[in-house]
């Protein structure tokens, strides 16, 4: 299973951008990009995925390398309610199409007022 | 409304005896997964299961047992076998094979004394 990695944690101002970044660089190619936070006690939150193009929704943007083996989450306005764990994931789609999630340690996001 | 959900949300029990967790989806998802989180870690594959009367084996699923007999409903049950039971477990669902978001239900915490 390919590996990610993230930056333990990360700090961020209320209604500012933040950019979370991810390395991805064993990849493969039927991979896709998805991105999941929690909250502590509660079960994970789908954010966003993507495959090669950058993608957006009213959740977040997520921007992908060209060569795929990084990426970004961008929350365009960073709230109170979004200081969580954020985990990059990839997720197998592949001819053994496990479709298997396997997470890493994810970016701890603390956002001050 | 359509959902996930996991039962009982804390159970406790005493050391040698098996105990079986909940999972059940009326989302009509083919792929059901279960995962263990241990205080400030990311979450860890146990077993998962792409369809019916069929399941394969996780990262961790030494001391631990599934089934899945309905679609709608992926039972996991921890054996006695499992040395370090307490922990919090996860369950999700999703579509199979298609790349689309995976659910995931609200936990349940399992303490052993």
């Known amino acids: 299973d390919a590996k990610t990695t993230q930056p333990n944690s990360m700090e961020s101002n209320e209604e500012e951008p933040v950019h979370l970044p991810c390395n991805h660089s064993?990849?493969?190619?039927?991979?896709?990009i998805h991105w999941y936070r929690q909250l502590p006690s509660q079960g994970p939150e789908y954010v966003i995925h993507?495959?090669?193009s950058n993608v957006n929704n009213r959740m977040a943007s997520l921007a992908i390398a060209e060569d795929r083996k990084s990426s970004t989450l961008i929350l365009h306005r960073a709230t109170l309610r979004d200081a969580a764990v954020y985990y990059c994931?990839?997720?197998?789609?592949?001819?053994?199409?496990?479709?298997?999630?396997?997470f890493g340690q994810g970016t701890t996001l603390q956002v001050k007022p | 409304d359509g959902g996930i959900t996991q039962s009982p949300k804390y159970l406790f029990r005493k050391e040698g005896q098996n105990v079986t967790l909940s999972c059940e989806q009326n989302?009509?998802?083919?792929?059901m997964y279960w995962y263990r989180q241990d205080p400030g870690q990311g979450l860890r594959l146990i077993y998962y299961?792409?369809?019916?009367?069929?399941?394969q084996k996780g990262d961790i699923a030494e001391g631990y047992s599934v089934s899945r007999e309905k679609k709608e409903s992926f039972p996991l049950t921890v054996t006695s076998a499992q040395k370090n039971p307490t922990a919090f477990y996860l369950c999700?669902?999703?579509?199979?094979?298609?790349?689309?978001?995976?659910?995931f239900g609200q936990g349940t915490r399992l303490t052993v004394v």
């Open positions: 999700a669902s999703s579509m199979y094979p298609m790349n689309t978001e995976a659910f």
């Open positions: 064993t990849i493969s190619g039927t991979d896709y």
């Open positions: 993507g495959l090669t």
């Open positions: 994931i990839l997720r197998d789609l592949g001819p053994s199409n496990t479709g298997k999630l396997i």
């Open positions: 989302l009509n998802h083919d792929a």
């Open positions: 299961s792409q369809i019916v009367n069929d399941f």
